[in-house]
């Protein structure tokens, strides 16, 4: 019952509205945002948010480490809040729609929870995470990070971006341009969270789908394959004799492309970064390093891929008479949303009769953090041609408000939950 | 008779002697040498020349292109003269062989007639060719170049190292420091050239041969291939939507190489140089570019790969949903030595009982503009793992020994023919 009238409260003309006032801020000229975390900008976008808030009646508040929130109250004062949002932060050169659409269809949802007359048991927050890109600060997701303990608060304030500003003097300045109650974040327990966002990749698009029931976060591992033979005239010297660092680097490549080509083209294989010395028209190259960027949600997969990357690279080298070394520069684990928050969402998604599709996130998010704290699930709808990062951005008010419509329908029902 | 004479007048330790004190002249710490041409270093070396010529009563002569001419007359006056000779011009970190060993190869012929009082009908010349290197002035091979009519002398001189110094300035400074008589460029007809160099490469060593009797120049064809995709995020693109340039890029070369994968090992098939853009670890590269060097003894062979590279680019790249553009930046054609000098030097060989290979330079040499002029071959000695251009370039005694004394062997054939 509620779920229906939910969905029916939530407005697609005031979401787009909502989408083009926010877009406002930091607007550039190729029609994106430039809203790094922490600037002025950021601050205006969190000013705006509060603005809406108040018209509304709701509590807004930030915490330590800068995350904002905007509470809708529940009928039980003690009771866990469910929590929905993203981010307010872009990318340099970054779109109208990552991030700012999670917090705008949240705060979608508060109104229209107001507009079809609905009390919930437990408060709905609305939340803004701090500096989720990374762009000016590393790491990136870092005030949901900072709240479930991923990082420690003092070292996230020593942050410093490329001018030296820590973020605790960034974060002070927002204070002071845009005051806000504070809240603690030792007293944050949230009974759960669903973050809608656009899928910032193409299958939705391409299956014709219009909601992505997502499935968790798959793990990233990154490599640098580094080859050391030995320069020498092209001219001059036969193939026998070679100690060619390129020929090995492609035969390496192409043999783990091979080995990377699942049917289901779930695994993602990418040598994105090159460097070849020294990198001569005439002189066979002695040195080739470059990077392997490799993301699955299996995380014995990505081990044992992992694996097959260090065995391969020797036994292609040996062949080469060339040597390899393979270097695990990081690598983030799976994040697997709980199988009851994944239904909640499919669920919601057939009430509204859409077509969907299920899978994991291939960036990462906010929620990859809160699902360390409480069930937390997630919603995508498409973004024209998968891009993103990109001031081209796009994406359509109906793909929007869809997408709000289910989050709308999966948060009243957690919101009136034991 | 002649042959037996002259190949016992050879000294080995006169010659190597001569390296030790030419070796000398812009020796480097790392035990190279830097004697770029037209420069003091490379002015002193031709004086060193002049002064040894002198002690002999050889006539030395310069032209106006700066090649220098070391004469020892023959019986008849009227002959046109057998050359012999290579360049004293180096890398700027270059070795102590490559070029100087030809020119006193040649040098050590004209002494070793004196000794073993030989008169040969046609004059012997050694000759030292301006700037063969193309370090300091673009092209290289310069002065045998515009000997063979291959650039006019006007455009030759105009040419400017990168301090903007003309070839003209430069060389009216080594005439001021080093005045020689002057000869004409247009009066010098060479009756047949043969020169002596390292092999520059591993051939001879690897066959545990003394002696490379060279059958050739390679023809080298350079491309510059251009693969253009799409930029996009390396965790939500899956295979199937990429349009991956650095897939494409290392499918095409793996297919290349493969096609370049001759049984004889004579085709030189170097991808030496790539740029991947935006060459950022976690997005997937919408642009590669990469250099092909091909070079191989057969003009159609050239031209026949020239065209597969054309054709698998564009079907390799159509495979990715990519695009390609092929460009052919340079074209230079084999050259093959007349039969008859390539079985002089052998027979030379034969005659010294030296273990040989016959095979085409893989390097340029100023032989390949001398064939344009009159019957040219050349004889190749090896060098330790067959590195070149550079300061750990060397060579033994006896090996510089044995191939002059096959040089000595053709020479003094060459210069009592009719």
Redesign the interface.
Known sequence: MNGARISRAVSEARLWQRHVEMGAIGATARGGVNRLALTREDAAAQRKLAQWAELRGYSVSRDEIGNVYVRRAGTDAEAAPVLTGSHLDSQPTGGKYDGAYGVLAGFEVLEALDDAGIATRRPVEAVAWMNEEGSRYIPGAMGSGVLAGAFTLASALARTDSDGVTVAAALAEVERSTPLPRRSLSGLRPFAYVEAHI?????LE?HGASIGVVTGI?G?R?FVVEIDGEE??????????RR?A??TA??L??AL?AE??DPG??L?????????SP???????GHVDF?I?L?HPDADLLQSFGAAIHDMAARVAARHNCTAAVQNVSDVKPVRFPDDMIALIREATEAEGAKYLSFP????HDAMYLNRLCPTGMVFVPCLR????NEAESATPADLAAGTRVLARAIVELANRR
């Not at 899928?199 to 299958?203: A, D, F, I, V």
């Not at 993602?268 to 070849?276: E, N």
């Not at 996130?361 to 990462?364: F, H, N, Q």
């Open positions: 899928e910032q990749g193409p299958l391409a798959q990233i990154r020498a005239h092209a001219g001059t010297t036969p193939r026998a004799s060619d390129m020929a492609v035969a490549i192409s492309q990377a080509a083209d779930i993602r294989f990418t040598v994105g970064r090159m460097r070849v990198n001569s028209p005439n002189t066979i190259p990077t960027d993301r996130s291939g960036a990462g998968g891009v993103s990062h």
